[in-house]
């Protein structure tokens, strides 16, 4: 069964479609939805091979012309030379203003493709299908674009929220284990600033139910919601209430950058954080014992990492967080949470703080 969820930002609103078998109806919904005929779908070389051709089929039996554009797969891939490069190519394919841009992939193609979407023509309209869970729960949603610099992750990008959001959950099958489970950690994130009834759901989850496509739909569903319904109030990250899908991210990224971005994978990373942050919001925020241990069971749970390997250089946490630019001024934004179901941003969160929860790790 196909669901459609309406998301709202600014003066935006667009449809997110999840269910099975949705590739090959991509080519006549985007014709319903959008005026030009010629899009660029760009991929990476994991997934291309696997979903390219069933997208370009649904184009092209929609009348539509389809101008495949696939680059290496993997975070360096996200980087303003890249997308430089992918512009050149859709000008020499003919790509003009009416045309459109499909990102067929996982976060990293979501980003680049919405990027390049952006600044096409000074932007066109921009098709997500993720391939992802972290993708499809998290960063298809809500229009931030943005390519990596040498100084750091996604510096350079732009809001540019998508005309159609497909999320064909058959294409989770492909998906490698490490992968898959990383996703949750965005989803357990969601769970923990807004949602407490998804939380004791997850907990009740058996081990299989995170396989059944039925399950899947749902939870795809709910996180596109919770996502939407925050970003509603404030698209451009300003008033502070986007600011909460910041919980766990403030350490999770220096970890992420402590591991030169090979150790973790960012949602492993995320898990590390999660946890330190409901270390800071026990002390700071009055979160429970018992909601903090619920927690750390509920990650593990996905087999997400919730204590740092033995050796790792822990000093390289501290370093990154300094160079944190959020530090520099010495006013901290922490996110977090008093209670699973609700978070919020504080400026009484110190880096002696934020040490002691690391050192717990
Ligand atoms: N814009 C936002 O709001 C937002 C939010 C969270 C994360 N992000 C970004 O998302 C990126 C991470 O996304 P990700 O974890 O999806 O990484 P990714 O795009 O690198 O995908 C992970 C790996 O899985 C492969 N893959 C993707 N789909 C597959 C499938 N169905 N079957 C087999 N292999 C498949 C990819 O080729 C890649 O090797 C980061 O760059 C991060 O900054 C953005
Ligand atoms: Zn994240």
Redesign the pocket.
């Known amino acids: 069964m196909i669901a459609v969820t309406g998301v709202r930002a600014g003066s935006c609103r667009y449809d997110a479609i999840v269910g099975p078998r949705l590739l090959e109806t991509v080519g006549s919904r985007i014709a319903e939805k959008l005026p030009g005929t010629h899009g660029a779908i760009i991929s990476?070389?994991?997934?291309a091979p696997?979903?390219a051709n069933r997208v370009k089929r649904s184009l092209t039996l929609a009348d539509l012309k389809p101008t495949l554009i696939t680059i290496p797969?993997?975070?360096k891939g996200?980087t303003l030379k890249q997308a430089g490069a992918i512009c050149e190519q859709m000008l020499a394919a003919g790509l003009d203003r009416q045309s459109f841009v499909i990102g067929l992939?996982?976060?990293?193609?979501?980003?680049l493709s919405?990027f390049v979407a952006a600044i096409y023509h000074r932007g066109i309209p921009h098709v997500q299908i993720?391939?992802?869970l972290?993708?499809m729960v998290?960063?298809?949603?809500?229009g931030?674009?943005?390519v990596?610099t040498a100084d750091g992750?996604?510096l350079i990008g732009a809001v540019h929220q998508p005309s159609l959001v497909i999320d064909d959950i058959d294409?989770?099958?492909?998906?490698?284990r490490r992968?898959f489970n990383?996703?949750f950690a965005?989803v357990i994130k969601h769970a923990i600033i807004a949602d407490a009834k998804m939380f004791r759901q997850l907990q009740s989850w058996e081990a299989r139910s995170a396989w059944r496509p039925f399950a899947q739909q749902q939870l795809v569903l709910r996180n596109i919601k919770i996502k939407s319904k925050i970003i509603a109030k404030d698209e451009y990250d300003r008033t502070g209430k986007r600011a909460v899908?910041n919980f766990g991210h403030t350490v999770g990224h220096a970890i992420e950058r402590a591991g030169k971005y090979r150790k973790f994978?960012?949602?492993e990373a995320l898990s590390l954080g999660i946890v330190a942050a409901c270390t800071v919001s026990s002390r700071e925020a009055g979160l429970s014992p018992r909601q903090h241990d619920a927690v750390i069971d509920l990650l593990q749970r996905f087999d997400l990492p919730t204590k740092l390997p033995a050796r790792f250089p822990r000093e390289r946490i501290f370093d990154a967080l300094k160079f944190d630019k959020k530090f520099e001024s010495g006013e901290i934004r922490f996110v977090v949470t008093p209670k699973i179901g609700r978070a919020h941003v504080t400026r009484k969160v110190t880096m002696e703080d934020i040490r002691e929860a690391v050192d717990e790790l």
Request: charged share 20%; net charge negative; proline share 4%.
């Open positions: 990476d070389t994991n997934v696997l979903f797969a993997g975070e996200k992939g996982g976060g990293v193609i979501g980003d919405g993720p391939t992802t972290l993708a998290d960063s298809s949603i809500g931030k674009t943005a990596n992750k996604n294409v989770l099958k492909t998906l490698p992968e990383q996703g965005e899908f994978l960012h949602g």
